[in-house]
């Protein structure tokens, strides 16, 4: 039976914060220690369509309201109704498991 040898491979050094910074800066100007740029796009996850007629009766509301504009009336709107809907879901849950559980 042969006697198999691990090869250990050494250890690397763990950079410290300001090492990686002074390396980042000395290379700052040298076009070649960089890679080729990236483009990065945001996704918009801010917009939601609303039919225009439904848009202008919530403008006549948030005046109504005296909201400074319809998007932060919109929003209190939704954040309101959102935490209606929680708290209905979590009744009908305990309700379920209660009598599930008797």
Do not use: Y
Request: hydrophobic share 40%.
């Amino acid at each position: 039976m042969a006697v198999m040898k691990s090869r250990k491979k050494p250890l690397k050094k763990q950079l410290t914060e300001e090492e990686i910074d002074e390396i980042v800066e000395s290379q700052a100007d040298d076009d070649s220690a960089w890679g080729k740029p990236i483009q990065v796009r945001r996704v918009n996850t801010g917009s939601i369509a609303l039919p225009a007629e439904l848009a202008a009766r919530a403008a006549f509301l948030a005046r109504v309201h005296r909201e400074k504009n319809v998007k932060d009336w919109v929003t209190r709107v939704i954040r309101e109704r959102v935490e209606l809907e929680e708290v209905a879901f979590n009744q009908a849950k305990r309700e379920i498991s209660l009598r599930s559980g008797a």
